[in-house]
Each structure stands twice: as C-alpha cells, then as structure tokens.
C-alpha cells in the first residue's frame, strides 16, 4: 500500500527526503492558499472536526496543565502528611525550588485555580471523546493506531532519523513513529483524565484511586501526565517545523501539500 | 523544488489561538470581574455531579488500622492567634431551623447517644492526606432526633470561630451528605477527648468531605430551605466539597 502510494506521486523521491530540502521555500508563500503548485497537488488531509480537536485541545490542555499547576502549589509535595514519597519533580528540576513560577500558573489562588480546572475539565474530556468518536468512526483511526506491524517500521524510521539509514522509509499519511506517539498521547491522555478522577473523588471512585496505587500515588501519576504532554508538545513542534512543515498549515486548513500526500 | 509553507493569513490564524491562551496564561489570572463569578457558577454544575451521580451513600470510605496514624495531624482554626473556646459556659449545641422538635444538647446528653470510632484518610484541598481516628455520634441520628421537615433541604453549620476581622467559620452542607453513616459529631480525636485546637467541644468530622468542610467548634445546626454558603465556599471554594 505504502510502495503504491510512492509510486503514485513520482516527484516524491528519496533526495526529497533528505534534510536540507525542507528548509528554504519562501518563495511560494506569497500566493493564495487555493493556488495549487505544479506537480503537488493539495490534497485533503484533516477533517474540520479532527482541527477543532486539535487546536481545542492544545489551548484546553494549556490552561488544564497552568491551573493544575497552581493546585499543585498549594501542596509542592507527594506523599501523606508525615511521610515525602522520594519522587522525581520536574518543577524542582526545572525552577530549582518545587514551586511553579508564576508565569506558568491559572487562578490566583488555589480557589482560583480549581475553579478554572474543573470548568475546563469538560470541555477537555468532551473534545476528546469527540475525536476518538470521529476516528473510531470516520476509520481514520486506520492511519493513527499503532499495531504490532509498525514495529519494523518504526525501528527503520528511527534509524533514518539517527542517520544511520539513508532512505526515508515508505509511508502512508503517517510514518510508524508518528503512529507510535500519536496513538501513546491518547493513552496519556486518558491516564490523565482517569487519574484526575482518583484524586477528585478518591472516597466515591475508590477502586480507581486503588488502581492507580492509593490517593497519593494518583496524585503524582496525574503530575507526571503533565510533563508527558509537555515533553510531547515541545516534540511535535520541533519535528512540525523541521520534517514536515506543511503539515502545520493542512492541520489549520484541512490541505496538505507537503511531501507525504499519501493516505492510507 | 518549491514547496507551499504558511503565509500571513496562517499566522493571522496561529495568533487568533494563541491570543486567548497567553491572555489566560498571564501571571495567575483568576479569570477577572468578566469570567470569574461565571467559573464559579459553573463550580454548581460539578456539585450537582458530585453529589447526585458520583455519590452514593451505601459506599463506605476505607478504615486504616490505628497504627497508620499520621503523627503530626495538622490543626487549624481561623481565631487568631490561639485556638477560640466558649465564650458561655456550659456549651450546647442548637439544632433547629426547618425541623418538626428543634432541641439543644449539651455534651452530656451527645455522649449518651449510640457513637461511632472510626480510623480514616482525611482529604485536604491542598492536595494532603492524613490518618486519624475519631469518635462522636452520626449527625443522622440527631436529625432522626429533630425530624426535619421537607422544607430542610440543607444544613447550615455555625461555629463560634471567627477570624481577625470577625468573619464567623461556618458551612453549608447537602441532607445527603449529612446523613452519610461516616458523617458525625465528634468529641473525641486518636481515643482523647478532643483539644481546643482540633476543635472542641463538638465538631463535624465526615470523609465524604475535604477538610474545610468538616466545621470545628459547633454552636448551631440549622435545616434551611436555601442554600447556605461557607467560610471558604463564599470567596470561591467548591460548594460540595465532596471526595
């Protein structure tokens, strides 16, 4: 499927692949969106629905992870009351004390910033019940779930990106790395959401509470969920930009005219 | 090879997103006079959750053996700058409002009634826990005592602790909650009578509930029709409260 895609679109060649060629294409940029360039023709990639998610999503969790981090505030430990579980803490690393700055915080106040958290807890579990509803529907989610047969696949890519492999392996509208973190952010995401639920309701939802290792160790595994989707966002921005940067613009216009037009 | 990348209507569109989320983001914003009272109005749709669909009254909370108590328990109390006590001996208690036989208990009489010792977590909305036991009489059995009537939908709690400037600590509280099994009066804390700084003579103890919930140093219990607001829930705290 992958090599019938390739073969489809005979500009698309290996020097294509290579790195140097992603860099310097301003001169296009001046012209409307609805022109087409010779030779790449735009193709429709992301659902209206699937870019509402998207960017829904990226302010939701934005605010989500500023006002946690002020709940946070209130309490800049894990453990019980008598007892420091020896966990590692980001915040520390990075600020030096286990405060959260400022700048990176939402509410004010703890009243502040559970007021915020808990309004935006909806429509961040609501949107993501939505996408994975469009996938699960639409079969998009064909091109996103990561299967034991993007293993391979998967080693080659990394191995294409360390440089150890000269040829950009053959993909359809994702490559199998993309599949590997787009499918695992939606477990952390819903990680996230059931973990929050264990410490928002730890006596009503006690087997979940349980399953993720009592009250306090919910509480931390929620805290970590936020440096997994940081770690992520920082990732998947950089590799935007310097992989495939018309994907920027297809997840804005749902059209795609960079150099993996395919879509399986 | 030329390839299409973003132009200026892209970037028109990449600031319309992150307009909003730099402005919420500005240095721990509340949310202002425009959004704040509306995240607090929408605090209501989280109680209403809270209590009609996570909360079940038949789910008990955990016991902990007492030898998972926590040592340094914290205390806390709004009287500056030592633990309030009554101002008019002897102390009773008030329980009235929209009830069919309001009736006033002294200590006496509290302790006669059938009590409950339990050893649980204590859920602070700070994000701490902390084990303890304690003993006192279910508030279910003093409202079986005063029979509310269906005009008491809700229970108000005053405290004779008040801050520096003479805000009294008090609570509202849901029927269901109040009638929890776990939900009790306590006068005892880790087997002792309790002390002035955890509360005494008579306070609320329950885990369905976080900590600024559970009111110390009881004067009164009145069944009212409205809601009542709190010490903490007036300036913004959840309403309900619920664990």
């Not at chain 1, 981090?69 to 894990?78: C, S, V």
């Not at chain 2, 001996?89 to 302790?111: F, H, N, Y």
């Not at chain 2, 269901?176 to 306590?186: E, G, N, R, V």
Request: glycine share 8%; hydrophobic share 40%.
């Amino acid at each position: 499927m992958d090599r019938e895609n390739q073969a489809a679109h005979p500009d698309v060649t290996a020097s294509d692949f290579s790195r140097g060629d992603v860099t310097h294409t301003a001169v296009e940029s001046a012209e409307p969106p609805a022109v087409v360039p010779a030779g790449r023709p735009a193709v429709k990639r992301h659902h209206w629905l699937v870019r509402l998610c998207h960017w829904a999503n990226a302010i939701l969790l934005v605010g989500m992870i500023a006002s946690g981090l002020q709940i946070y505030n209130a309490y800049q430990r894990f453990g019980p009351r008598d007892m420091r579980y020896m966990v590692l803490n980001p915040v520390k690393l990075l600020h030096g004390t286990p405060s959260a700055p400022e700048w990176a915080r939402l509410g004010g106040w703890l009243a502040g910033g559970l007021n915020w958290h808990f309004t935006l807890a909806w429509p961040f579990v609501l949107t993501g019940l939505l996408y994975l509803a469009y996938l699960a529907l639409s079969g998009e989610w064909r091109s996103l779930l990561f299967r034991p047969r993007d293993i391979i696949p998967a080693a080659q890519m990394q191995l294409y990106y360390l440089r150890l492999r000269k040829a950009h392996p053959a993909q359809g509208k994702h490559n199998a790395l993309q599949k590997a973190a787009y499918t695992s952010i939606v477990v952390v995401g819903a990680l996230a959401v059931l973990s929050g639920f264990a410490i928002y309701k730890p006596v009503q939802l006690s087997w979940l509470t349980t399953l993720f290792g009592g009250y306090e160790y919910a509480r931390y595994w929620h805290f970590v969920a936020v440096w997994v989707f940081v770690a992520f966002t920082i990732l998947h921005v950089v590799l935007v930009f310097v992989v495939d940067p018309a994907s920027l613009r297809a997840m804005i216009t749902g059209w795609y005219r960079g150099r993996f037009p395919s879509h399986d | 090879m030329t390839r299409p990348q973003l132009d200026r209507r892209d970037f028109l569109r990449l600031g319309l997103v992150a307009g909003p989320v730099s402005l919420a983001a500005a240095c721990g914003w509340d949310g202002g006079t425009a959004i704040e009272p509306r995240l607090r109005a929408f605090s209501r749709v989280n109680d209403w959750v809270g209590e009609h669909i996570l909360q079940s009254n038949n789910r008990l909370a955990r016991e902990y053996p007492v030898s998972q108590r926590t040592r340094d328990f914290p205390q806390y109390f709004v009287t500056r700058p030592q633990a309030p006590v009554p101002a008019s001996e002897p102390w009773s208690l008030e329980v009235g409002g929209a009830v069919r036989k309001p009736v006033r208990l002294t200590m006496e009489m509290i302790q006669q009634l059938p009590r409950v010792t339990y050893t649980l977590k204590h859920h602070c909305v700070e994000g701490w826990t902390a084990i303890g036991t304690w003993t006192g009489v279910p508030l279910s059995s003093v409202l079986a005592m005063v029979e509310p009537t269906e005009k008491g939908r809700y229970l108000r709690l005053d405290s004779f602790d008040r801050d520096p400037g003479g805000r009294q600590y008090y609570n509202g509280w849901d029927l269901k909650s109040a009638m929890h099994p776990q939900t009790i009066l306590a006068y005892a804390f880790n087997d002792q009578p309790l002390r002035a700084e955890r509360g005494a003579p008579l306070r609320l103890y329950s885990p369905v509930k976080l900590g600024y919930k559970l009111t110390k140093y009881l004067t009164r219990i009145t069944l009212t029709t409205d809601r009542p607001g709190g010490y903490w829930e007036d300036v913004g705290y959840p309403w309900l409260g619920g664990v």
